[in-house]
């Protein structure tokens, strides 16, 4: 018995995790990707479902949910033929150097499924932001992820860098940092609505000092999402401070104080010194929030029930108002389509722009 | 024999309605109802759910859950055999997907036995079109709802105005009282004061402004597709006409009026803060609450109507005349909307017997007029009237806290709306939530945000109802919505 015991420990400890694994993400997702190829009616004594083969997939990209999805099209203006042209060149210029230079046929294979994304996602906004046209969910869940997680990053960077200085008072900004992260989202998206009112909230007197009182921010797309921005940057930036502040201090001390024997500066100092100490933690703290970013669900939800129109509406959002109604085959749908573009930006991003400057490192 | 002697005297003892008194035959029977969050609506549930478990010993559970998930939640319960809740209160319209489920419990039979919930007392409109499907009764309405113009009476006398008889009319009053202060704290105010945010409840004040051009030949006619064919009567000049008044009234409206819910106006409106408001009966009882400031100030009227209406041969408007228009008034064809059409409760099919007689017997005794009578006159339970007797007897009203005149105001406005030959009913066909919930509510929001022309909404709405009647199937849905239009006021 103990013979076999030592034999199968590994399996056996393995064992429960695999198995919450399988049931509680594995299991979902199958499901869900039978669903995302079904139509589901609940009636007396359960559901009936249907095969509908890729027709909850045809309905977002091609059918009646594009403009909701990708955003209304138009006949392309010069300045968006001019951009999406000049990208995509710039996209194959960058694929020809790889297989002139790199080459291998899996990084080849993943680098054209990257291509292919961008060159999609170049066009996307070609076609509707640029075009003076309203874009659909997929324009917005990457606004909220490219400008939020920027933000976040370059703010919750600094402050954690300024607590990693010996600064009086810095351990109590720590805390007063991280309270906003305890917050639920749904509590931040009813704070900030409140907070942003400017006919009853309290900020409403310098909204009318502004001369803004009879404006609101919900009643126009881009304040609508920029307030988003706001809210979800108030609520993140203390993740990116608390890993960037661990990261900082773990950086060690004395490479700092040779570098400054050497009579190197406070900036040479950061840059060749202890940026490249904290790169991969930074990357993995990006990587983590950009995953998180494509999931916001409850602040637009919140703060402006994804309007006005859809201006504010992120793709987790349109699956969840598609589940709402027990459209549960376009809810499924659109969950796949966000995974698959998340999977795709992130790998990219993680072999792209992490691996490269870690390899580059001398 | 003996068995079945002793079941059937243990049946109509069941059977028998609730009597106010402490007999405890319920004891230990729990029902789970599940509801929109309180105070409104779930909050009188509470209440009187206490006086029952004194009376009965059956222990009342009202659990909430958000507006927009309300339908799904008991929809996936009882389709799915969980069985947590016992009875769902909700919009009778949703009533008729869940009843071709074969989900919900026939009343018939209690209504029979129960010789307190004087069914004639309640207004035809509920108790023969809300409550039934396909002539038999599934529901027991709790709310009567459907909405009405409520106009400052001391703003629009101060301005020599008369209330809107049309929505040209609503417009032009709208204009000549905003930016007036209606409160006297020194604040510009608003002409109009119209909810609009998405996922609230903009989609019902656009189709009362698109009533009374769609639908001239009375309750029949209806409002939304061909009966036959189940083509959706929507992208015409009728509707067109109907969203561009919606947007044009937020020229007079808060500045954030997009974001704004039911409760954003309603709070805007007891301050003092609006000229002219759509809103349900609430605003009669809720101006008498603590801190109103429109106390004896609002008066109601029916939902403005139209001098033109839809041709659906052309799609186009046309000039009222008698024939055109058989219940128009001075010209004027009105339709009052009956949206939502009220918040009513239903029994699940799969209740155990003692469950189901329990809870038809709290409902019963919610809907009876001893009770009912004096819940509709609080703004804060939700409720609206609809019994004859809510609406004949001014003295419940007075005693609430109205005046003789703002009472009988109030009264007569919603008799003439609950009177009407034209009354437009809400959906209520099985899919009745996606059609107006999610596809209607979109455009809608679209339009006002500026994202689309209003050809471009009404051509959406057309292709994204014409997807769900597919998917329903065009023939069930043409069958029901036939049987759904067969029954006038």
């Known amino acids: 018995m103990d013979q076999w015991l030592d034999k199968h420990m590994g399996r056996l400890f393995l064992a429960p995790a695999v198995v919450l694994i399988l049931v509680f993400s594995i299991f979902p997702l199958v499901a869900s990707l039978i669903l995302a190829f079904s139509r589901i009616r609940f009636t007396g004594g359960g559901f009936r479902m249907r095969f509908a083969g890729w027709r909850n997939f045809d309905k977002q990209f091609f059918g009646s949910e594009q403009f909701h999805l990708l955003g209304t099209f138009g006949p392309l203006s010069i300045i968006a033929w001019i951009v999406g042209i000049a990208a995509t060149v710039a996209l194959i210029w960058w694929m020809y150097r790889y297989c002139r230079t790199h080459f291998t046929m899996f990084g080849f294979v993943g680098r054209l499924i990257t291509f292919s994304m961008a060159v999609c996602l170049v066009w996307l906004f070609a076609g509707t932001l640029l075009n003076g046209r309203a874009f659909g969910t997929v324009g917005t869940t990457l606004f909220y992820v490219v400008i939020g997680c920027g933000i976040q990053f370059v703010i919750g960077t600094a402050l954690a860098f300024a607590c990693s200085q010996h600064i009086a008072g810095s351990r109590t900004f720590r805390v007063i940092f991280f309270v906003p992260m305890m917050i639920t989202p749904i509590g931040v998206g009813y704070i900030f609505r409140m907070l942003a009112d400017t006919t009853k909230g309290p900020f409403s007197g310098v909204w009318q000092w502004v001369g803004l009182g009879n404006w609101s921010w919900a009643t126009d797309p881009w304040a609508a999402r920029i307030f988003i921005v706001i809210a979800d940057s108030w609520q993140w930036i203390p993740f990116v401070f608390i890993m960037m502040l661990a990261a900082f201090e773990s950086v060690p001390k004395d490479l700092n104080e040779a570098a400054d024997i050497d009579g190197a500066g406070k900036w040479m100092t950061f840059r060749e010194i202890i940026w490249p100490q904290v790169l991969p933690i930074a990357a993995t703290v990006m990587l983590i929030r950009v995953i998180e970013a494509f999931k916001i669900v409850d602040l637009p939800n919140i703060m402006t029930s994804g309007g006005p129109g859809i201006a504010t509406e992120s793709v987790s959002l349109q699956s969840y108002y598609a589940w709402r109604s027990l459209d549960l085959g376009s809810a499924s749908a659109i969950a796949y389509i966000l995974l698959f573009i998340t999977v795709v930006i992130c790998v990219s991003f993680f072999n792209l722009v992490v691996l490269a400057r870690v390899r580059a490192k001398p | ?404 005149d703002s009472a009988e105001n109030y009264l007569s406005a919603i008799k003439e709306s609950l009177n009407h030959p034209n009354m437009a009913s809400d959906f209520r066909i099985p899919g009745a939530q996606q059609y107006t919930g999610v596809v209607l509510d979109r455009e809608v929001a679209r339009y006002l945000a500026g994202e689309v022309t209003v050809e471009q909404a009404l051509e959406n709405i057309e292709e994204g109802w014409e997807e769900i009647t597919e998917d329903f199937g065009r023939e069930e849905q043409s069958a029901i919505y036939s049987l759904s239009l067969g029954i006038t006021n």
């Not at chain 2, 309605?17 to 599940?34: E, F, K, M, Q, R």
């Not at chain 2, 004061?193 to 698109?210: D, E, G, H, L, T």
């Not at chain 2, 001893?370 to 609206?384: F, K, L, R």
């Open chain 2, 1 to 404: 024999m003996l068995k079945r002697l002793l079941m059937g005297s243990a049946l109509a003892a069941a059977m028998a309605p609730v009597t106010a008194s402490a007999d405890g035959h319920y004891d230990g029977v729990v029902i789970n109802i599940l509801t929109r969050p309180g105070p409104v609506i779930a909050g009188r549930i509470v209440e009187r759910g206490a006086e029952f478990t004194e009376m009965t010993g059956a222990e009342i559970r009202v659990a909430e859950v958000p507006f927009a998930e309300l339908f799904q939640k008991i929809l996936t319960d009882w389709a799915t055999g969980t069985n947590s809740i016992d009875v769902g209160v909700f919009a009778s319209g949703w009533g008729v997907e869940l009843v071709s489920g074969g989900l919900v419990q026939s009343l018939d039979d209690y209504i029979a036995a129960d010789d307190k919930i004087d069914l004639q007392d309640i207004a035809p409109y509920f108790r023969d079109f809300n409550q039934k499907v396909s002539g038999e009764t599934y529901f027991i309405t709790l709310d009567g709802d459907f909405q009405m113009l409520y106009y400052r009476t001391d703003v629009l006398a101060e301005a020599g105005l008369e209330p809107p008889k049309t929505w040209e009319e609503y417009l032009t009053v709208a204009e000549a009282i905003h930016g007036k202060d209606m409160n006297g704290d020194g604040e510009a105010d608003y002409g109009s004061c119209i909810f609009k945010k998405r996922n609230a409840q903009s989609y019902f004040a656009v189709q009362s402004m698109a009533a009374s051009r769609v639908q001239s030949k009375g309750t029949a006619e209806g409002l939304y597709f061909d009966p036959e064919t189940m083509k959706p009567k929507i992208n015409n000049a009728a509707w067109k006409k109907a969203f561009e008044l919606y947007k044009a009234t937020g020229e007079f409206g808060p500045a954030d009026e997009l974001n704004q819910d039911i409760g954003d106006t309603r709070a805007l409106a007891i301050g003092g803060r609006c000229g002219l408001m759509i809103d349900w009966g609430d605003i009669g009882p809720l101006s008498i609450e603590e801190g109103s400031q429109i106390r004896d100030k609002v008066g109601a009227v029916i939902m403005p109507g139209s001098s033109e209406v839809l041709d659906v041969a052309t799609g186009e408007l046309v000039a009222c005349d008698a024939n055109i228009c058989p219940h128009a008034v001075d010209g004027i064809n009105y339709s009052p909307f009956a949206a939502f059409g009220g918040w009513t409760a239903a029994i699940s099919s799969t209740a155990d017997d003692v469950k189901k007689q329990a809870a038809y017997d709290f409902l019963s005794y919610m809907n009876q007029a001893a009770q009912s009578n004096v819940d509709v006159t609080m703004g804060w339970t939700g409720y609206n009237p609809y019994r004859n007797s809510q609406l004949e007897n001014t003295a419940a009203w007075v005693e609430a806290g109205f005046s003789q």
